[in-house]
């Protein structure tokens, strides 16, 4: 489907191909902290590999990536487009969650992937997939800047934008930009929650 153009605010930019490691980073350090990626993974360098192979494969060439310098980094992928890693990502997704994460995070990994799957709307939709401000840069809105361009655009389009919120601290948030639990993800016994939240078009 037809998307609308994208409107971004002063300050940000698309993501280009040459941003892949520092988006990785960026949403890496956002999620340091994050109890279910915390779990997934349970290694900082597990989560920077991860996010910036999907970064490379995935959002930068199929999806739409918007950086707010180095403190701020949103991955989405647009109405139609597809989120499953191409084969040249999986040496390096493999690596990162063999060896930059704890002993397990095959399995935790392949679980989480799975339950979102069943999860995932089959309806046109934006999916965001991760969004995410440096600790040092928290509580100056900067993620209202970051969230804000595409949920605009899908309010244009008059589609609704989806996720999974990692966090229960953040449902705050995004409650206030509209989106709504429409179930919580059962991953496997001892996982952290999992919220998967819709938003309507407005």
């Not at 489907?1 to 980073?25: C, H």
């Not at 290694?43 to 707010?68: D, K, T």
């Not at 948030?173 to 819709?198: H, K, N, T, W």
């Amino acid at each position: 489907m037809d998307f609308p153009a994208i409107e971004l605010g002063r300050d940000l930019e698309r993501g280009g191909s040459s941003d892949a490691r520092a988006i990785g980073d960026i949403t890496a350090d956002a999620f340091r902290d994050d109890p279910f990626n915390r779990w997934l993974f349970g290694r900082f360098a597990g989560m920077a590999g991860v996010f910036g192979a999907l970064a490379r494969h995935v959002y930068l060439p199929r999806g739409y990536c918007i950086r707010l310098g180095d403190e701020g980094a949103a991955m989405w992928m647009l109405p139609g487009g597809d989120v499953e890693p191409p084969l040249r990502a999986l040496p390096a997704l493999y690596g990162a969650v063999l060896f930059g994460s704890t002993w397990g995070a095959k399995r935790r990994t392949d679980a989480a992937v799975a339950a979102m799957a069943r999860h995932h709307p089959e309806f046109p939709h934006a999916y965001l997939f991760t969004i995410g401000v440096r600790p040092s840069a928290r509580g100056k809105g900067r993620g209202r800047n970051l969230i804000q361009p595409v949920l605009d655009a899908c309010d244009r389009a008059g589609v609704p934008a989806y996720l999974e919120n990692s966090n229960p601290a953040n449902r705050g948030f995004y409650r206030s930009c509209g989106f709504e639990r429409q179930a919580m993800i059962d991953v496997m016994p001892g996982a952290p929650p999992l919220e998967a939240m819709l938003r309507p078009p407005r």
